[in-house]
């Protein structure tokens, strides 16, 4: 059990904007960990366009082995231990099945499940790296997205990944 995980759970990026899904990868014990964090590569880098929404889950199951963050985080971790320079958290959503996240988790606190999932930017200003990797090399836009001078406002996601949870909480 490297790592501390047990199962491996599907964890998917979602536009909002098309509702469908832009990246896949399953995290678990063969993933490679960082910080309290297991994180798994994209097979491809994918460029985002800013100020657009999307959407990170993770596959839930009955009998699941891991247990998985259900609480809520406080404003200031989000702002001390995130990205919240490039990215804002909106807050919770959830669907049954393998489906776009289309419910929004209004009742359990503004900030619940902050931490629970994570992803890592590319690079330490991940503006520029995306400038830079969009200039040197062929990439995959999402739909909707463009190539142009506004280079600035993508960003680039390479690993998304599935947190361990706290010790001791139960999985839903």
């Not at 406080?74 to 807050?91: T, V």
């Not at 900030?111 to 990797?133: C, H, I, S, T, V």
Request: glycine share 10%.
């Amino acid at each position: 059990m490297a790592g501390g995980l047990r199962d491996a759970t599907l964890v998917t990026l979602w536009s909002d904007e098309t509702q469908g899904e832009l990246a896949a990868v399953s995290v678990g014990p063969a993933s490679r960990f960082e910080g309290g964090y297991a994180f798994t590569a994209l097979e491809r880098p994918l460029l985002l366009d800013a100020q657009k929404e999307f959407r990170l889950t993770q596959q839930c199951f009955p009998g699941m082995a891991d247990i998985w963050f259900d609480g809520c985080a406080e404003p200031g971790q989000l702002s001390r231990e995130s990205s919240a320079r490039n990215l804002e958290f909106l807050g919770s959503v959830y669907h049954g099945g393998r489906h776009f996240p289309s419910l929004v988790d209004r009742e359990s606190g503004e900030y619940r499940r902050a931490g629970m999932l994570n992803l890592k930017l590319l690079g330490q200003d991940p503006a520029a790296e995306a400038e830079a990797f969009l200039h040197n090399s062929q990439v995959m836009l999402p739909p909707g997205g463009a190539a142009d001078d506004a280079t600035q406002d993508l960003m680039q996601i390479r690993l998304i990944c599935m947190s361990p949870a706290p010790k001791g909480e139960p999985a839903p």
